[in-house]
């Protein structure tokens, strides 16, 4: 593989922009005289743009095996690395269900294949997401699984759920769970309130998620496992992690992009795209969030990339199936909640987006700083460039944004994984 040369890039912001050496997959050099002597090396022309490390999304659903109609693993890799992730996590939600290391096998090997972005198959934590009996955790284990979760469903029995923080505890695994109280969502469509109630649409109340957080935190406590809690949406959630954080429980959590930015006013628009799970809560929930991320109650922000069909969408409210597409607008809306309003700079940004959840998945090759000696898995961020968003021209199969026709301020230049450059200029590298 030739030496890259990134030029005039500035590492997190900082500084006046700099060159960058890349040889055999590792930083080499960081300087003016970085690219002296790295003859037929590789360039990209950073144009003064902001260098990270690559992002590292806990949260994706790619869909394959079973609804290659929507995403596969090639088209979601291809979003990922337009987005700027060079690590992602692939939900076990699949069809079949990623309960056992032959699926797990077969998706983390589709994903080398492709090679554009690390695949890190989840694991189901029960057999078939059915929530009554533990999957082979063990045998996932050794698979190379180090995050187990039910998301789409809520490991709901307590005494299931203890166990599960029990076997991942002794596998040095994590569970990452889906806070709903069942009996309290069912035939839910909606944040339970204002708007949801004008629309005559049932209730997801924000005590539903809370109560289920506050239960796992304890059972963790309990048992001394790690727990990660899946796309925290509402005030009181955020309040409960400060708590159980406060008295040294091991929880970490994510917010996706779109509980930072939306709010259920646009339920308004009667419009399924936003549609999602958990569903879009009210500003003072946003606020709250955005507060939460910057101070580190909330530890980083996961895409929740949820591919769905156009007949899965574009139906009736009740209809219509939850989630958002997620992986190429992360970074621009991370930018407005988070960025543009003071609330973050860009180590902030490498924080949430890669160094925190690259430590709560365990992975020691990414979330790196930026230095000398250190695993080339980087991206190069245009912090001013505005763009439109448009469905039809992400790279996934569905176009299932919420983010449709809105203008962002944020573009990924370039994704660079083990060396390699994957994207460039919005398109993937040959
Ligand atoms: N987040 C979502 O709205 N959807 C997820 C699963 C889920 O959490 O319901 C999906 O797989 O589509």
Redesign the pocket.
């Known amino acids: 593989m030739n030496p890259l040369v990134l030029k005039g890039v500035r590492p997190y912001g900082e500084g006046d922009p700099t060159d960058v050496l890349v040889r055999d997959g590792v930083i080499a050099a960081i300087g003016a005289t970085a690219a002296d002597g790295a003859a037929g090396a590789e360039t990209v022309e950073g144009g003064g743009a902001v260098l990270l490390p690559g992002f590292v999304d806990l949260h994706t659903?790619l869909r394959e095996p079973g609804r290659e109609d929507t995403e596969t693993i090639a088209t979601g890799s291809a979003a990922a690395a337009l987005g700027g992730y060079t690590a992602v996590f692939a939900?076990a939600?699949t069809d079949p269900v990623a309960d056992n290391a032959v699926v797990v096998e077969h998706v983390a090997r589709r994903g080398r294949e492709v090679g554009l972005v690390d695949v890190h198959p989840v694991g189901a934590v029960t057999v078939g997401l059915a929530g009554e009996r533990l999957a082979e955790l063990g045998a996932m284990a050794r698979a190379g699984v180090r995050v187990f979760s039910d998301?789409?469903h809520c490991v709901h029995d307590p005494l299931l759920m203890r166990r599960a923080l029990e076997y991942s505890k002794a596998l040095d695994a994590v569970v990452a769970q889906?806070a709903e109280e069942p009996r309290l969502t069912a035939g839910a469509q909606a944040h339970e309130g204002e708007h949801a109630a004008r629309l005559g649409l049932q209730g997801w109340p924000a005590a539903a998620e809370e109560a289920i957080v506050a239960r796992d935190c304890l059972l963790a406590a309990q048992v001394g496992a790690r727990l990660h809690v899946c796309?925290v949406s509402t005030a009181g959630a955020a309040d409960v992690l400060a708590w159980a954080k406060a008295r040294g429980t091991q929880v970490s959590a994510e917010v996706t992009p779109h509980h930072l930015l939306l709010t259920d006013d646009r339920l308004a628009t009667y419009d399924p795209v936003n549609k999602?799970?958990p569903p879009l809560r009210t500003a003072r929930d946003v606020e709250r969030l955005r507060q939460a991320l910057a101070d580190g109650v909330i530890d980083c922000v996961a895409t929740?990339h949820?591919p769905?069909a156009v007949q899965d969408k574009d139906c009736e409210w009740s209809a219509a199936?939850?989630?958002?597409l997620g992986l190429q607008t992360a970074l621009p809306v991370v930018v407005e909640t988070m960025v543009r309003t003071g609330l973050l700079d860009w180590r902030g940004v490498a924080r949430v987006l890669s160094e925190r959840p690259a430590a709560i998945a365990g992975l020691p090759d990414q979330g790196r700083p930026v230095e000398v000696g250190e695993p080339a898995n980087l991206v190069l961020v245009d912090p001013g460039a505005r763009w439109v968003v448009r469905g039809a021209e992400l790279a996934s199969i569905a176009a299932n944004t919420p983010f449709e026709g809105m203008e962002l301020t944020g573009r990924v230049v370039a994704t660079v994984l083990r060396g390699r450059v994957t994207a460039a200029g919005g398109r993937i590298a040959a």
């Open positions: 659903h939900m939600n998301d789409g889906h796309h999602v799970n929740d949820a769905h199936r939850p989630g958002m």
